[in-house]
């Protein structure tokens, strides 16, 4: 009885001297990494930041209306479209109305028949002398070199003029480009049956030909003269856009049953493009996180809104992931839209009668054209 303790004893050691295995680990969670092809981007596409759906409907939906622009804005958006114009008597000021086509001051251009332009940056154009107007004191000039980007000012109509209301006055006084003043519209006077707008802002030599605007950005009239002499100060005036209208030619004419029509047609149509710019550019710049995540072309983009390709179903190929799937849906959304929203601002502005060219150059200011689109 004592062997079989013992033996159970030594049994018992054995077991006991012997290692447990080792305890269990739970072993750490999965890391999901990105393929260097793919960088990281949104779970989803932000469907908010395209417009809804196209139609009528959904463009007055996200088109704000005309607004007023701050002085800054103004003065941003318009010195690309004024000029210093020299002659071999002096300088004055002009501005362009169309891509080819610049308006200034007839004492300006002095009998001159070609004149050159000049503007920040280098650039300079020889131009001739299309129309001259000394009666108004107006003359219409004429690129040789036609830039079909060219920044345009849009022209207002002598129902936009309202005594007391701010307005800007650019052009190259005493040939310093680019110089800025700014006033009121003091009165609205008439000289030798010419309808002048009366301001306190500041005309100087060079100021000639240059345009006075409101605070929508719109031409109210060419900066012509002011009165110099003891105890007057403050008296500017300007000839009414109506007459440079006139003398422009079609497209720009005033005639009493379509000029109004017209004018709220370019207006709408300037606006509402602006708006779907802002629109795109919001799309521009997931495009570019896109191309860089999920395209398969590495090569920089050749041009800005590339997607706009998209809208007639074109994909470029993509990364096979599902977030980059999606964004391809996401971008052929939104190029389809804003085709369809230019088509149908392009019907309302042609039943207004604004011209073809003039939409396109509209669009083009604001990086809304592409070549492949007929509108």
């Known amino acids: 009885m004592a062997g079989v303790i013992v033996a159970l004893a030594g049994v018992a050691a054995v077991s006991f001297l012997t290692p447990s295995p080792p305890p269990r680990r739970t072993p750490p ?3 999901v990494t990105v393929p260097a092809s793919e960088a990281p981007l949104p779970p989803s596409p ?35 479209s004024v000029v210093t114009v020299e002659t071999d008597d002096g300088i004055g000021s002009g501005f362009f109305v169309a891509p080819g086509t610049v308006v200034t001051n007839s004492h300006v251009v002095r009998g001159s028949s070609t004149v050159t332009l000049r503007r920040s940056g280098g650039y300079m154009r020889a131009a001739r002398v ?20 060219q920044p345009v000012l849009p022209l207002g109509s002598p129902s936009d003029v ?76 300007a000839v009414s856009i109506h007459y440079a209208r006139a003398l422009i030619g079609p497209g720009f004419a005033p005639n009493p049953n379509t000029t109004a029509r017209y004018e709220d047609g370019v207006r709408d149509y300037t606006e509402k493009v602006r708006v779907l710019a802002q629109q795109a550019d919001k799309v521009e710049a997931n495009w570019k996180q896109f191309r860089t995540s999920c395209g398969g072309d590495s090569a920089p983009a050749q041009t800005d809104r590339e997607w706009f390709a998209f809208w007639n179903g074109a994909v470029p190929p993509s990364h096979p992931s599902a977030s980059c799937r999606s964004w391809s849906d996401y971008f052929k959304t939104a190029a389809v839209e804003m085709h369809d929203a230019l088509v149908k601002l392009g019907t309302a502005a042609r039943e207004a009668g604004v011209s073809t060219d ?17 509108l």
């Open 29 to 31: 969670p999965a890391v």
């Open 358 to 374: 003039r939409m396109r150059t509209i669009r083009r200011r604001y990086n809304m054209e592409w070549s492949a689109w007929e």
């Open 130 to 149: 299309e129309a001259n107007s000394p009666e108004i004191d107006l003359a219409i000039l004429k690129v040789d070199i036609v830039d079909l980007d």
């Open 162 to 237: 309202h005594v007391g209301a701010e307005v800007v006055a650019i052009g190259s006084p005493l040939g310093l480009a680019n110089s800025v003043t700014r006033g009121v519209v003091s009165g609205l006077r008439e000289r030798n049956g010419i309808s002048l707008i009366q301001t306190d802002a500041a005309i100087n030599p060079g100021n000639s030909g240059g345009p006075l605007l409101d605070r929508y950005g719109r031409v109210l009239g060419v900066n012509t003269m002011k009165l110099v002499a003891r105890g007057i100060d403050g008296m500017a005036f």
């Open 46 to 80: 932000p469907h908010d930041d395209v417009i809804a759906a196209a139609g009528a409907e959904s463009v007055r939906a996200v088109l704000e209306p005309m607004k007023l622009l701050s002085i800054e804005e103004i003065v941003t958006k318009s010195l690309p």
